[in-house]
């Protein structure tokens, strides 16, 4: 239970709020140099050690109503774990104050309260002794606990040999037998199989039926969307919107590709600043022959199908390369294709005028443009495209920019793996 106020009691006011945060914030010192053995401890012992100071959360105020499901999202860095771990009292803050009526259930960063050379049993007490419950009380519950963990063969091991998914099960368990008035929940459906998440949403509502109150931080903005009363979106440790759950989606939503447009912009200026000049006659990696006196790849520039130059796609969006080409001298029938690759290298789609059967022609002196244009059928990601040209024979390149273009595809809802095709579901009774 965060202790920062406590307003149980006879004579407390009664408040329509479980949880009230005015004006909170929170810096943490980040070293400059960082010392990882006994001789660096004795070699620096005299010298001035340097901090850069880092605001985590910058004048953050905010309500959450009792028996209210609020959903915290924001990108990777912007503060909401810190927030939460200032809601449980892990954390002091800085400025600012914390007002909370009811105990807290904390479900935080995997790990937090658990002792790994211990056994998942030990664990379980040990843990539930932390969020406030007596031995008696740990007792009586401690069968349900296993129970709802499903690990009732593994109970008895030490939890280092839990996988991860293992260990967020028996911490959930314990947290939602601890019975408390809050629960404050950081992507504790990031981890674990589908049949646990579902089993996570069933006691969410049962919960919220109960009047008590759900805090969760989550990337998964359909979760928060389905199930939360309110949201709200940090920015930077500020709070950027707080209210209607979908308005403050689609808000996240549109800063993540505002910022993966500028992202892959900035890849994209930098392939373009590091490109190699090879020799104009050369043999790469894979034997292939290069002949760079006959044609370069000047560009690529990709847009949408309403002539948008952007690095953003959703599923199901037209993509179209433009490729500037130049000509050093006359050539017939050249072989143009594009690679698309994955983050990991991966040649995904492959495609050339060869392949399609196209007859490219004589193409004299000069400077021409040549567009693939295909529907983006890939998963959520960075993929780049790596344009080509050869003679028509395909034993000499003229030229090969690897991953030249770099963009992202960003979808709210995705199917998983590697590609996005479009399908249906149907369900018959």
């Not at 007596?134 to 009732?152: G, H």
Request: aromatic share 10%.
């Amino acid at each position: 239970m965060n202790k920062n106020i406590g307003i149980k009691g006879k004579n407390a006011q009664a408040v329509d709020y479980a949880v009230k945060v005015v004006g909170v914030s929170k810096k943490f010192k980040i070293p400059h140099e960082k010392i990882n053995s006994v001789l660096g401890v004795a070699l620096n012992v005299f010298k001035k050690k340097t901090y850069e100071e880092f605001e985590a959360l910058d004048d953050v105020s905010f309500e959450v109503k009792k028996g209210e499901f609020f959903g915290i999202i924001g990108r990777n860095g912007s503060g909401k774990s810190t927030l939460l771990k200032i809601l449980a009292g892990i954390y002091k803050a800085d400025k600012g104050k914390v007002q909370i009526d009811g105990m807290i259930s904390p479900f935080l960063e995997l790990g937090i309260g658990f002792n790994p050379e211990l056994s998942g049993r030990d664990n379980v007490y040990l843990n539930a002794t932390v969020l406030g419950l007596t031995k008696k009380q740990i007792d009586e519950k401690f069968d349900s606990i296993v129970k709802f963990s499903e690990l009732e063969k593994f109970i008895d091991q030490k939890l280092k040999n839990y996988s991860s998914g293992m260990q967020v099960r028996l911490a959930f368990s314990v947290s939602i037998h601890a019975n408390r008035d809050i629960l404050l929940m950081d992507e504790v459906l990031a981890v674990g199989d589908s049949n646990f998440q579902s089993k996570c949403i069933e006691e969410f509502n049962k919960y919220r039926n109960l009047g008590r109150t759900i805090v969760l931080v989550s990337h998964d903005v359909e979760t928060v969307r389905r199930y939360c009363d309110r949201a709200m979106l940090i920015r930077f440790g500020k709070i950027k919107k707080i209210g209607n759950v979908n308005e403050i989606v689609d808000e996240y939503l549109r800063e993540n590709i505002i910022d993966e447009e500028k992202r892959i912009e900035k890849m994209n200026e930098k392939k373009e600043c590091d490109n190699i000049e090879y020799e104009v006659e050369y043999v790469d990696d894979a034997g292939r022959k290069f002949d760079r006196k006959i044609a370069n790849i000047l560009e690529v520039k990709i847009f949408n199908q309403k002539n948008i130059e952007k690095n953003v796609y959703a599923s199901g969006e037209i993509i179209r390369a433009e490729i500037k080409i130049e000509f050093k001298k006359e050539t017939k029938d050249p072989i143009f294709g594009i690679t698309v690759r994955d983050s990991s290298g991966k040649s995904l789609f492959i495609t050339n005028t060869w392949y399609k059967k196209i007859e490219t022609g004589l193409f004299q002196k000069g400077i021409i443009q040549v567009d693939f244009e295909f529907e983006n059928a890939f998963a959520n990601g960075t993929y780049s495209i790596s344009p080509a040209i050869a003679d028509k024979d395909a034993k000499i390149y003229f030229d090969w920019k690897h991953d030249m273009k770099s963009f992202v595809v960003l979808n709210e809802y995705a199917s998983n793996g590697i590609v996005d095709f479009k399908h249906n579901i149907f369900i018959k009774k």
